[in-house]
């Protein structure tokens, strides 16, 4: 059994599977960690020289090894659920929980971390706010196919998302 965190750049999918994983007694990973390690290159300067396809390849690679193995929290890159095969495997292997926060939210936490320009690339090329704007009208319907269970993290800590999730995933399995 894993347990699957997605959701737009900047939700708390690393902070909350970091803490969640802690918690629990199970191991972490961060998908965007691992191509980067796999790749020996950060993920903007990899799509720079390879290309979203190449990228995307390297994500569904990295997505099935993942889920032929169990006792993870995994933390998925934010295009993640763009790749139905991406969204089967993750179903079959544990419970998708899509963290959600406005584009408010998602700009102000964006900004205030050092490491997007190297972890993420533009996606279309406009001003922050309007590129998360598209893009959340693009992906939201595919966030919401892929989960099986959805958390706001809008004006909540790292903390209080991980104990949501515990009550969430204790209710989950009380319930099968």
């Known amino acids: 059994m ?24 199970l191991n972490f990973v961060d998908t965007d960690q691992v191509l980067s390690s796999e790749t020996g290159m950060e993920i ?6 390879s290309g979203w396809e190449a990228f995307r390849q390297k ?6 090894r993942l889920s032929l193995l169990s ?25 998708v929980i899509w963290l ?6 998602i700009r102000r936490r964006m900004q205030a971390d050092r490491g997007t320009a190297t972890s993420r690339p533009s996606l279309t090329g406009q001003g922050s706010l ?7 009208i693009e992906r939201n319907p595919l966030y919401a196919r892929a989960a099986q269970q959805l958390l706001d993290t809008d004006n909540m800590s ?11 995933i204790a209710n989950t399995f009380e319930t099968r």
């Open 2 to 25: 894993n347990l699957f965190l997605i959701g737009y750049r900047c939700t708390g999918k690393t902070a909350v599977g970091e803490g969640l994983a802690r918690k629990l007694g």
């Open 44 to 49: 903007a300067t990899f799509i720079d020289k």
């Open 59 to 64: 994500e569904r690679e990295v997505i099935a």
């Open 71 to 95: 006792g993870q929290v995994i933390a998925t890159g934010g295009g993640v659920v763009t790749v139905p095969e991406n969204v089967r495997a993750m179903r079959s292997s544990g419970t």
């Open 100 to 105: 959600q926060a406005s584009p408010e939210t």
């Open 130 to 136: 309007s590129e998360i704007g598209e893009v959340l």
């Open 158 to 168: 790292i903390k209080q998302v991980v104990d949501k999730i515990m009550a969430l």
